[in-house]
């Protein structure tokens, strides 16, 4: 008699024709103080290269306000983005360098 149990397991692979979907891909970004790395129009560019959209003003439909470096004290977009979030709507406010990191995401 074989006491052996088939231990056997499935393994699923992931789609390798699904696409890398980058964290800014259709999401509307605005940005607030000055970037210390890169101008404006700079940043604009990479947002759109990984498939984000650029916003000039916070709005319900924000999804990330990026803090430049060389700010002072808290804008009138962030204050406009801490209210919106403490009524329930999902907005992330990150800073330069988290921004910087995300954009150096590659996608394959």
Known sequence: MNNNINTKEDIILS????????????????????????????????????????????????????LGEKRRGISTKQAKAQQLISLGFDIQIIPEDDFLWLISIQKD
């Open 15 to 66: 789609d390798p024709f699904e696409r890398f979907m980058h964290p800014f891909t259709n999401k509307q970004i605005v940005f607030t103080g000055a970037l210390s790395t890169m101008t404006r129009s700079e940043a604009a560019k990479k947002v759109r290269a990984c498939g984000g959209i650029m916003q000039g003003a916070v709005t319900k439909d924000t999804d990330f306000l990026i």
